[in-house]
């Protein structure tokens, strides 16, 4: 019954090639600022995320004040997304996504590593 409803809901998702997954970077990074984003739309912070040396430090908009702080964010690893086009949300250049999931009360719990690894890894 298990294997039968997995197949049903495979068969509801945009399948992608291994290709397309293989273009996407997501990294890992150290969020090192948070502030309010009072100009969003929708309660938001700012955050720069330091990827190491590579790839420097990224500014991202974030949806999640009701799950975070500023300052529970401040040295926190994050996966985000590190080569989708700039964005412009309101006067911020975004210049990745910070990636999360929707928890049951539709806040965002943010997407982590389980531990320490370096600045700029990507997801293998």
């Not at 912070?45 to 500023?70: C, E, M, N, W």
């Not at 006067?91 to 389980?114: I, K, N, R, Y």
Request: glycine share 8%.
């Amino acid at each position: 019954m298990l294997a039968r409803i997995a197949s049903a809901g495979a068969a509801r998702m945009n399948e992608i090639s291994w290709a397309d997954f293989e273009r996407v970077e997501l990294r890992v990074g150290r969020v090192v600022d948070a502030r309010p984003f009072p100009e969003a739309r929708k309660p938001a912070y700012v955050l720069h995320v330091d990827f190491g040396p590579q790839l420097g430090i990224r500014k991202s908009s974030a949806q999640i004040t009701r799950r975070y702080t500023p300052e529970s964010l401040v040295g926190r690893l994050v996966v985000a997304v590190v080569n989708f086009p700039r964005k412009q949300i309101g006067p911020l250049m975004s210049e990745c996504l910070v990636t999360g999931f929707h928890d049951a009360a539709g806040d965002v719990v943010l997407c982590v590593p389980d531990g320490e690894v370096p600045l700029g890894t990507r997801l293998a």
